[in-house]
C-alpha cells in the first residue's frame, strides 16, 4: 500500500496527499545496481584515441595543403596580370 508522507492544500480548496509507492526502495537498489553495472561495462569500451590523433593529423595535412594550393593559384594569378600589363604597355 501507498503511505502518505505530505499533504498540500491547494490555492482551489483540493487538498493532495504526496504519496510513496511500496516499491520505492527495492527500485532504488535496482537502480544503483544498473548504474554500477554500466559503470564497470564502460571500463571495457575500446580506446580510439590513436585514429583520433590520427585522423587530426590528416585534416591539419589536407587544410594545410588546401591553403598552400588557394595561394599558389593567387600567386599565380597576380603574376599573369603583371605579365599581361608588361606586355600591354
Known amino acids: 500500500m501507498n503511505k502518505i ?7 482551489n ?7 510513496r509507492a511500496r516499491f520505492g526502495k527495492s527500485l532504488a537498489k ?10 564497470s561495462l564502460s571500463a571495457f569500451a575500446v580506446d580510439h584515441s590513436a585514429t583520433i590523433t590520427a585522423a587530426q593529423t590528416d ?3 589536407n587544410t594545410t595543403a588546401a591553403v598552400a ?12 596580370g603583371i605579365v599581361l600589363r608588361l606586355i600591354n604597355r
Open 30 to 39: 535496482a537502480g544503483a545496481a544498473v548504474a554500477a553495472a554500466g559503470t
Open 5 to 11: 508522507i505530505e499533504m498540500e492544500k491547494q490555492d
Open 13 to 19: 480548496g483540493k487538498t493532495w496527499g504526496m504519496a
Open 59 to 61: 585534416a591539419t595535412t
Open 69 to 80: 594550393a588557394v595561394i599558389a593559384v593567387a600567386a599565380v594569378v597576380f603574376g599573369v
